[in-house]
Nanobody, 127 residues
Framework: QVQLVESGGGLVQAGGSLRLSCAGS????????MGWFRQAPGKEREFVAA???????????DYADSVKGRFTISGDYAKTTVYLETNSLKPEDTAVYYC?????????????????WGQGIQVTVSS
C-alpha cells in the first residue's frame, strides 16, 4: 500500500499562488507516476499534471492545457514526494486537489489508471 498526504491548500485571491505538496509513504516502486487531479463541485475529476520517474531518469511531465504556463509539477523520486506550484490562479481553479500515484513505465494522465490517492485538499480562488 501507498499512503499519500496532501498539504498546502487554502484560500487565495485571483492572481495569487499556492504550493501544494504530496508526501508518499509505504510501498515504493522503481518506476512510477505521480499526478495531480482536481474536482470542482458538480464536475468530474480532471487531470491537472503528472510526472513519471524511474531510478535512472528524471522522467516525463505533462500538463492539462488549462494550466500550462501557470502550474509547475516537480518532486523528489527518492522521497515519493510531488509538488504543484500554482501561479496566476483563477477562480475557475477552485476545486479539491488530489494527489495520485501508480507504478509503471508510462506517464499516466487518466484518473482511472491510478490506484493510490490522497484525501484531497481544498483550493479556493476568490475573484
Amino acid at each position: 500500500q501507498v499512503q499519500l498526504v496532501e498539504s498546502g491548500g487554502g484560500l487565495v485571491q485571483a492572481g495569487g499562488s499556492l504550493r501544494l505538496s504530496c508526501a508518499g509513504s509505504g510501498r515504493t516502486f522503481s518506476t512510477y507516476s505521480m499526478g495531480w487531479f482536481r474536482q470542482a463541485p458538480g464536475k468530474e475529476r480532471e487531470f491537472v499534471a503528472a510526472i513519471r520517474w524511474s531510478s535512472w531518469s528524471s522522467g516525463n511531465i505533462d500538463y492539462a492545457d488549462s494550466v500550462k504556463g501557470r502550474f509547475t509539477i516537480s518532486g523528489d523520486y527518492a522521497k515519493t514526494t510531488v509538488y504543484l506550484e500554482t501561479n496566476s490562479l483563477k477562480p475557475e481553479d477552485t476545486a479539491v486537489y488530489y494527489c495520485a500515484a501508480e507504478r509503471g513505465s508510462r506517464l499516466l494522465t487518466i484518473a482511472s489508471e491510478y490506484d493510490y490517492w490522497g484525501q484531497g485538499i481544498q483550493v479556493t480562488v476568490s475573484s
